[in-house]
Structures are given as C-alpha cells and as structure tokens.
C-alpha cells in the first residue's frame, strides 16, 4: 500500500484534477457519517497532542465519546476512506505478526498526515471563529488613550527613542486590533441574540438587563474616551504631516533593518504602507470626515438601536407569555374550528357566530318599509334566508351613514382652556428667557470654569453643544453656531494639552476635552450675567 504522502499514488488528471485532490482532506465534510469522521479526527488531534504517533482501530474506538461509540468495524471503515482521502496514512501493522497467515491479513496503523493535520487545524479555526461571540472592551479605550499620550510625549522630544516608539506603536496598534475585532463580533453575536431570542425565552429575559446595562455603560465610555481618543489623533496628525510622521518612519526603518540586503527597498517600501494604512484605519476608525461617519460613531449608533430592539423582544415575549393573541392567530383558529366542524349545518352557525351574519332588519328604513312591517310584522327570530327583503334608505346604501335630523350640539366655551395656555407660554418663556440669561458668559471662559448648572440650564447647554461639535470639522480650532430659533450663539474653541474638563450638575458630572466656550444671549438686550459695569 502507497503512502497517502506519496505523490506517485495522486491521480494525475489534468490540472484541474490536481488542482481538486488538494482539498481532498476536506472530502468527509459534505458525505454520509461526517460526524464520525470528525470525531474519529479528534481522536488522532489529541493523540498528537499526547505525542503519540500511531494508533490502531481499537485504540480509536477506545478514544470515542463511551455514549455515541459505533461499532469497531464502522470506526475502521472510516479510517480507510480518512486514508483515502489523504486525512490519515496507513502503514502495515507488522508488529502483531505471529504467523504466516497474519501478514496476509489486512492490519494497519494510522497516523495524520500533513494534510490532515493543515485540514483539522483549519477547521479548528474556523469553529473558533464561528463561535466567537467577542466584547465591548471599555478597558481598550482607556489602553488607547494611554498609548496615543506616550506617543504624543515621544513625538515632543527632539531625537525620539526609536525603540520606544516602535514598541509603543505596536502595543497600540495591538490594542486596537482587538478592540476593532472583539466589538465586529460582539455586534454580530448580539444581533443573532435578537433574531434567535426564541430558543430559550427564560434565559433570554434573565440575560436582557445584563446585555442592557452593559451596553449602555460602553456607549458612555465610548462618548468620553472617544472624544479624549480624537483629540490626541487630532494632535498627531497625518502619516504625510503630522508629528506622528516621524515616530512612523522609525518603525518602517526598524523592521525593514532585518531585511536581506537584496529586498530591503521593498521591504521598506512595505513596511511604509503597512503602518501608514494602519494609522490611517484608526484614524478613521475614531474621526468623522464629510461624506464619511467614524467607526466608533457608527458603533455608538449600533449599540443604541440595540436596546430598543432589545426591549421590543422582551414585549413581544412578554405579549406572547400572557397569551396576547392577534388577529391572524386568530383567523387560523378560526379557519381550524371550520375543519373540525362536523357538517355544513355547524358551519353555517359558526360562520354566523364569528362574523354576525344575522338578519339586517335593525338598520334605519324609511316609513313605507316600516308600515309594510306593521301590517305584515316578521319575527325578529326569522332567518335572513327565509324573511323577504328590506328596503333601507337610499342615502344609507349610498353613503353608509344616516343624517339623523334634530338639534345640533351646542358650540363650547374654550376661553378657560386658553387662558390657561396662554399663561403656560408665557411661564415657559419666562423660564427658557431665565435659562438664557444664565448660561450667558462674560466672553470667553473655559469649560471646568463654569457654575454648577441645573437641569433646564444643563438641558440647554447640551443643545447648544451638541450644535457646535455637529459644525465642527476637522482641521479647525474654533468654531461659531447659533441655535435653530436664533436666540443664542456659542462659540467653542479648541484647548491644546488642556486635559479634560468637569461640568458639575445637579444629577451628576460631565466629563469632556477642555474647551473656552463663549455663550451669547441673543433674544436679549441685557449684560451677560456677571459682565463688568462701566
């Protein structure tokens, strides 16, 4: 017998052949008994693992699971196509031969091949990989920060330490590699949790609030260190300008050192685009461009929608607990009643029943219809099939309604009610005016500098930021916008290695990148609060 190695016992037709028998090792996924193939492939995986080379067909059916164990003569049926294949090499078993008769007879031990081993190592990754449900590594963000402001303090010396920089660059971009990686997965395995919600209701609903309140603390997290993250990319700059192109060109120059000296200027020039690409992806993986949102923005924005589609699982589980019915389960019920009805009697009254198919005589008529009743009365117990018919209204069968004659309602006095509108405006308008005047500045301050601020102050600086960081674009230091109704101005302006600023509130502390912002009441005519008097 042929080694499985042995190219001479390959089949040799045509390239295209050739080109087929290489994955040949992959043959017992798609045929019957592919289960036991794949355990009886395990086995020889952690025999290897143990560091033993050869095994006979007891010693693998010994190796199977004691509750799905098949017969031994299946397990060696399937270790002669597992050799067929290419999976496993079969070698003579020579060394239980006592007789002549014994080596006439078919023995052989088993042992993986190399591409039964490449095969098994494949699939292992790709079931890995399947079954990755991955995190929100809230902790890779502040590891990023911590990154970018070495590397920030390397690019301020005048010689940078190329070592440092080099290791500092790929630590980061290790960080980010699984941050990027693990969030994918999280993402996709979270989405599956949606849609498959069904397979276990009691785990789901015991999971739901945990996933809930995980999510909500990494979107905080990625609001507050994403914004800290893109203000040190900011910082750095570009590969092609920026002082994060010189810590860049030391790591080209430190790897491309090892190359041989006949492929170094490809080396180099491989290495330039490698870690040029890779500043670039997290760049964008953290900053916004016009036409283009950051990844961390769409991933804020995925894992928000996640929680109402979260909540609207937990509804219809809870609906479909209570025995919440809806109108197409219940048309199938119906439509399972008719089947069951024994004759076209019992459906006639069910069909009666369900959809009241009863005598229409209660509808308005006119006063012949009603005197021919009188004279002639018809039982009101009388099928609709045997009664003669009625004459209704000609504007009933036009129109589908009756004008009734008669008095018409009385108009209503709605002067209270807007009164008390009224003065709900202008309490409003008091109160938003109050909010203006409190928020004013007396020109530029900075961020940590202003007053512990209340909830309705704290709600209107929130719109006014969130207006002046949505006209923000990259490359600017300052920026000016004025709200929707034109009422207030801001004016933000960018602090370089100002750190992050505190907002105390009543609910709380905001924290932020350190900014002078300038708030202007524009509805009115008055001092800013605290202004200087002449």
């Not at 008769?101 to 031990?109: A, K, N, P, T, V």
């Not at 009643?337 to 009863?358: I, T």
């Not at 009933?396 to 807007?418: F, I, N, P």
Request: with cysteine; aromatic share 6%.
């Amino acid at each position: 017998m042929t080694s499985a190695d042995d190219p001479s016992s390959r089949l040799r037709v045509g390239v295209q052949g050739r080109a087929d028998e290489r994955y040949q090792p992959f043959a017992h996924l798609t045929t019957d008994n592919c289960e036991l193939y794949r355990q009886v492939m395990g086995v020889f995986v952690r025999a290897k693992q143990e560091f033993t080379v050869h095994l006979r067909p007891e010693d693998v059916h010994l190796g199977l699971v004691p509750e799905e164990r098949p017969s031994l003569e299946s397990v060696a049926t399937a270790l002669e196509r597992l050799a067929k294949w290419g999976n496993l090499r079969a070698d003579p078993d020579t060394g239980r031969v006592t007789a002549l008769e014994d080596f006439y007879r078919s023995r052989y031990i088993y042992q993986l091949t190399r591409a039964g081993e490449a095969a098994e190592e494949a699939l292992g990754a790709y079931d890995a990989a399947l079954g990755r449900r991955g995190e929100l590594q809230a902790v890779a963000l502040a590891d990023i920060a911590v990154h970018l402001r070495a590397l920030l303090a390397l690019a301020d010396r005048n010689e940078p330490d190329a070592a440092a920089s080099h290791l500092t660059l790929l630590a980061l971009v290790d960080r980010f590699s699984g941050l990027a990686e693990n969030a994918r997965a999280f993402m996709n395995s979270l989405q599956r949790t949606v849609d498959l919600h069904e397979a276990d209701v009691e785990l789901f609903l015991a999971y739901k609030q945990r996933l809930i309140d995980y999510l909500e603390r990494f979107i905080e997290d990625l609001v507050t260190r994403g914004a800290e993250i893109a203000t040190l990319l900011e910082d750095l700059g570009t590969p092609q300008r920026g002082q994060v192109a010189t810590l860049l060109r030391l790591a080209v120059e430190r790897e491309a050192a090892d190359a041989a000296p006949d492929v170094a200027a490809e080396a180099l020039a491989a290495a330039e685009r490698r870690w040029s690409g890779r500043w670039d992806g997290l760049r964008a993986w953290f900053l916004s461009v016009p036409g283009r949102s950051s990844q961390a923005k769409l991933l804020r924005s995925a894992a928000r929608q996640a929680i109402p589609q979260l909540l609207n699982v937990v509804q219809a589980l809870n609906e479909r607990r209570a025995g919440r019915s809806d109108r197409s389960a219940d048309f199938r019920e119906l439509a399972r009643w008719f089947a069951e009805a024994p004759d076209d009697d019992n459906r006639h009254r069910l069909w009666r029943s369900a959809f009241g198919l009863h005598s229409a005589r209660h509808l308005t008529i006119d006063h012949d219809a009603l005197a021919e009743r009188e004279a002639d009365p018809v039982s009101a117990s009388a099928s609709w099939r045997d009664a003669p018919g009625v004459r209704i209204s000609p504007q009933l069968r036009r129109t589908g309604s009756y004008e009734r004659r008669g008095r018409r309602a009385a108009v209503q006095d709605r002067g209270e009610a807007k009164a008390y509108l009224a003065e709900l405006a202008r309490k409003q308008a008091e109160q938003t005016e109050a909010v203006r005047a409190r928020l004013a500045t007396r020109g530029e301050v900075r961020l940590s500098d202003l007053d512990v601020l209340d909830r309705e102050a704290f709600r209107l600086f929130l719109l006014l930021l969130g207006d002046a960081l949505s006209a923000w674009r990259p490359g600017v230091e300052s920026v000016s916008t004025t709200t929707n109704d034109g009422t207030m101005e801001i004016r933000l302006t960018r602090v370089r290695g100002g750190g992050i600023a505190e907002i105390s509130t009543l609910d709380g502390v905001l924290w932020g990148p350190e900014h002078l912002v300038e708030i202007v009441d524009l509805a009115s005519r008055r001092e800013p609060v605290g202004a200087d008097h002449e």
